[in-house]
Structure formats: structure tokens, C-alpha cells
């Protein structure tokens, strides 16, 4: 089955505590994404990558980390810095770069973090 | 960064009722999307639009690229409780640019 995953579903940390979620995608897109959610929010985006070994900062960046080692994942840390980083966590994959058809998103199923 | 202004924030209709909910913006946009979240899930897509005035359907709904490329719309027919949800819209201004969303619609379907 092709598609995006993220795991875990649930992830409790403590404050202070680096964490890194995972979101992995069988789908062949260059385009990969983290947004965060928060009640009443909207989708955030973190970072984008859309290429391998390259990435770009979204609009709310700072306290996080990404990597981009390999086509199919792009791993998002959650440092320290993050000042309130309990939220959903969502990741995202494109075919990517051409505008249209290619740039439509398709989501994973999201991990919730909850620091305590 | 920017939001699209997506409205009505909530709304709470009668099962079988048909909605409508929509998405503007200052700028010009190339494709509108459309997406539907349940609870503690990632967004689904619905329907995507990549032509100004293009108007098109899946099942019971219908989403619509406004002709000034500002906008879109999307509507709901005949609503049933598997409805209920947080309806998101999405536009893209070119290749190589993210998407910008809306803060979405949260549906409420009453039996």
C-alpha cells in the first residue's frame, strides 16, 4: 500500500527533552512538509524539503530541526528551544516542484505529542 | 505567513441540509484544494481545482476555483452524520511555493 506514515501516534516526553517524530512516505515524491496544528489554529508549516539534502524553513521554525537524508523520509526533532511543543504533528509528501496537479498534498496520520 | 480567510468558522446544520463554505484571499492563487480532518486524523483530500472558474464534484460535493482566482467555494449536499468534520481549503501560488491554508470550518452534522 502506498502512502505516508508517522510514527508513534502518541509520544509523551519531558520538558527539556529533545524528541524526534518520524514520517516516512512510499509515494516516490521529491516534496515532503511538517505543519503543526493547535486547537482553532489551522495547519502551521515547520519546514519543507523538496529535494533530498535540501530543506527550507516554513513560518514557525525556530525549536525545531529536520534532515532530509533520503527521498523517502524527513524526520522533524522537536528540541528543547520549542517553547510550547505540545501540539498534533502533521507531515505531508508531493510529487513536488511543477506547480498543479504536482503540488497537491497528501497527509500522514499525524502524532500528537504531549510534553509534560 | 499569510492564512486564507475561510468562513463560516462553524456551523451546525440539520442532517440532510445542504452547506456551503469559502475560502478568500488578496492574492491570486493557481490551485485551491480542499480537505477534510476527523478528529486525531491527518487531512484528507476532497477535491483540488487547477483552472480558474473550473467547477467540479465529488459525490455529493461540489468545489468551485473562483473566477478571479481570489476564491473558491464548497458545498455539501443532502448532509449526513459521516460529515461532521474540519473542512480546510488550501491555495498555491506557483510551483516551488507552499501551500497556504485556511483555518478551517468545523462541521457539525445533527441527526
Known amino acids: 500500500d502506498g502512502g505516508i506514515t508517522q510514527s508513534p501516534k502518541y509520544l509523551f516526553r519531558k520538558e527539556g527533552q529533545n524528541v524526534t517524530l518520524s514520517c516516512e512516505q512510499n509515494l516516490n515524491h521529491d516534496a515532503m512538509y511538517w505543519y503543526r496544528q493547535d486547537p482553532g489554529q489551522g495547519l502551521r508549516l515547520i519546514y519543507y524539503?523538496?529535494?533530498?539534502?535540501?530543506?527550507q524553513k516554513g513560518d514557525i521554525a525556530e525549536g525545531y530541526s529536520v534532515s532530509r537524508e533520503k527521498k523517502e523520509s524527513f524526520p522533524l526533532t522537536v528540541t528543547s528551544a520549542q517553547k510550547n511543543p505540545t501540539a498534533f504533528y502533521l507531515c505531508?509528501?508531493?510529487?513536488?516542484?511543477?506547480?498543479?496537479?504536482?503540488?497537491?498534498?497528501?497527509f500522514g496520520p499525524g502524532t500528537r505529542l504531549t510534553v509534560l | 505567513g499569510q492564512q486564507l480567510n475561510q468562513s463560516p468558522q462553524s456551523m451546525f446544520i440539520q442532517e440532510g441540509e445542504d452547506v456551503s463554505m469559502n475560502c478568500t484571499s488578496s492574492s491570486i492563487f493557481n490551485t485551491w484544494l480542499w480537505y477534510k480532518q476527523d478528529p486525531g486524523e491527518g487531512p484528507v483530500l476532497l477535491i483540488a481545482l487547477y483552472k480558474a472558474g473550473e467547477l467540479t464534484s465529488n459525490g455529493r460535493l461540489t468545489a468551485q476555483f473562483g473566477i478571479t482566482r481570489k476564491d473558491s467555494f464548497l458545498n455539501i449536499s443532502a448532509s449526513i452524520p459521516s460529515d461532521v468534520g474540519i473542512y480546510f481549503c488550501?491555495?498555491?501560488?506557483?510551483?516551488?511555493?507552499?501551500?497556504?491554508f485556511g483555518k478551517g470550518t468545523r462541521l457539525s452534522v445533527i441527526a
Open positions: 488550501a491555495g498555491l501560488r506557483s510551483g516551488n511555493t507552499p501551500l497556504v
Open positions: 505531508a509528501s508531493s510529487i513536488g516542484g511543477a506547480g498543479g496537479p504536482t503540488d497537491t498534498q497528501y
Open positions: 524539503s523538496q529535494i533530498v539534502n535540501d530543506f
